[in-house]
């Protein structure tokens, strides 16, 4: 069974850190490109940031530039994103997604409708 579960969220004071891990089952993790996306109620998902296949390429919504951290473990099957200095803004439930590549080399990308599978996502809530 494909299956992307998301774990490591909570309830951190502004400027804390946390980590959040993907873990991926039933498919070979290597040939997919992973995105981050959040939501807040009320709004749409927004992506949060992206990596390729081998973690060469990496993208982060300027919100989050020079805070947050993607890296991913192909023979662990599993992606991690480090969330540093967190803001109330970053509040949201927090999904991981895969997204199917040919091409090794291709850069990532956080065109939602293009992703294949997604998690359960994972809550985050940053608050004094």
């Known amino acids: 069974q494909l299956q992307l579960v998301e774990s490591g969220g909570g309830s951190v004071l502004p400027g804390g850190s946390l980590r959040l891990s993907c873990a991926a089952s039933?498919?070979?993790?290597?040939?997919?490109?992973i995105g981050w996306f959040r939501q807040v109620p009320g709004k749409e998902r927004e992506g949060v940031s992206c990596?390729?296949?081998?973690?060469?390429?990496?993208t982060y919504v300027d919100s989050v530039k020079g805070r947050f951290t993607i890296s991913r473990d192909n023979a662990k099957q599993m992606v991690y994103l480090q969330m540093d200095s967190l803001r109330p803004e970053d509040t949201g439930v927090y999904y991981c997604?895969?997204?199917?590549?040919?091409?090794?080399?291709?850069?990532?990308?956080?065109?939602?409708?293009?992703?294949?599978?997604w998690g359960q996502g994972t809550q985050v809530t940053v608050s004094s």
């Open positions: 039933g498919f070979n993790l290597d040939y997919y490109r």
């Open positions: 997604a895969a997204d199917f590549s040919a091409v090794l080399q291709a850069t990532c990308h956080m065109t939602q409708p293009n992703y294949d599978y």
């Open positions: 990596i390729s296949r081998r973690g060469g390429s990496t």
